[in-house]
C-alpha cells in the first residue's frame, strides 16, 4: 500500500525557518516525480514545488522562489521542504503526493506549518 | 502561475448531475492533455478522481466524468448523492514546467 507521511510541521516565528519532510513507502520512490502542496487555512490548494526522479530538476511557484528548497533522498525514501523567510502567508498545511503522468495520484495526510510571533 | 478558473460553489438535488467548469489558458488547459480533478472533505487530504481530463482510477465511480473543449476543461457528476458533498478541485500542468490548481468549487447537494 502506497503511504506518504509528512512531519515537521510547527509554530514558526515570521523571518524563521521549518524543513518538512515525507516519509514514501509501498512504491518505487526513486522512480517518480514527487511535489509539495499546501492549503492554507480556509483557501485553495496551491501548488508549491517539485522535483525529478534524481533531484536534478526543480520547479517552485513564484512565491516561494529563492526562500524554500525542494530535495529528496531516495536512499531514505524521502521528501524534504527547506523553508526560509517565513511569512504569515506561508502558514498552511503542506502535502507531499506523488506525482505520475502529470497527476497526483497519492497524497500524505499533510502537516501544518503556524507562522506567528 | 495565475490559479485556474472555478465557479465558487455548485449545488444540485440528489438523482441530478451536474457540470462544474475550470478555464485556464493555452499555457495550461488548453496546452495539454493533462487536467485532473480532486475531491476533498473538510479536515482531509485531496483524492484523485479524474486524470488524463477524462480517465478514471480504479474505485472512482463511474458517475464522474471528465472532458475538456479549448482552454475550459469540465467535471460532470451524475446521478448526484449526498456523498458527493465535497470541495472539486481541477489541475494542469503548464508550459512552465510547474502544475497549477484551479480556485476550488464547492458542491452541494
Known amino acids: 500500500e502506497v503511504q506518504l507521511v509528512e512531519s515537521g510541521g510547527n509554530l514558526v516565528q515570521p523571518g524563521g525557518s521549518l524543513r518538512l519532510s515525507c516519509a514514501a513507502s509501498g512504491f518505487s520512490f526513486s522512480n517518480f516525480w514527487m511535489l509539495w502542496v499546501r492549503q492554507a487555512p480556509g483557501k485553495g490548494l496551491e501548488w508549491v514545488a517539485n522535483?525529478?526522479?534524481?533531484?536534478?530538476?526543480?520547479y517552485y511557484v513564484d512565491s516561494v522562489k529563492g526562500r524554500f528548497t525542494i530535495s529528496r533522498d531516495n536512499a531514505k525514501n524521502s521528501l524534504y521542504l527547506q523553508m526560509n523567510s517565513l511569512t504569515a502567508e506561508d502558514a498552511a498545511i503542506y502535502y507531499c503526493?506523488?506525482?505520475?503522468?502529470?497527476?497526483?495520484?497519492?497524497w500524505g495526510q499533510g502537516t501544518l506549518v503556524t507562522v506567528s510571533s | 502561475q495565475s490559479a485556474l478558473t472555478q465557479p465558487a460553489s455548485v449545488s444540485g438535488s440528489p438523482g441530478q448531475s451536474i457540470t462544474i467548469s475550470c478555464t485556464g489558458t493555452?499555457?495550461?488547459?488548453?496546452?495539454?492533455?493533462?487536467v485532473s480533478w480532486y475531491q476533498q472533505f473538510p479536515g482531509k487530504a485531496p483524492s484523485l478522481m479524474i486524470y488524463?481530463?477524462?480517465d478514471r482510477p480504479s474505485g472512482v465511480s463511474n458517475r464522474f466524468s471528465g472532458s475538456k473543449s479549448g482552454n475550459t476543461a469540465s467535471l460532470t457528476i451524475s446521478g448526484l448523492q449526498l456523498e458527493d458533498e465535497a470541495d472539486y478541485y481541477c489541475?494542469?500542468?503548464?508550459?512552465?514546467?510547474?502544475?497549477?490548481f484551479g480556485s476550488g468549487t464547492k458542491v452541494t447537494v
Open positions: 522535483i525529478n526522479q534524481d533531484g536534478s530538476l526543480k
Open positions: 503526493a506523488k506525482y505520475h503522468q502529470y497527476h497526483f495520484d497519492r
Open positions: 488524463g481530463v477524462s
Open positions: 493555452s499555457s495550461d488547459v488548453g496546452g495539454y492533455d493533462s
Open positions: 489541475s494542469s500542468h503548464t508550459t512552465s514546467g510547474t502544475d497549477v
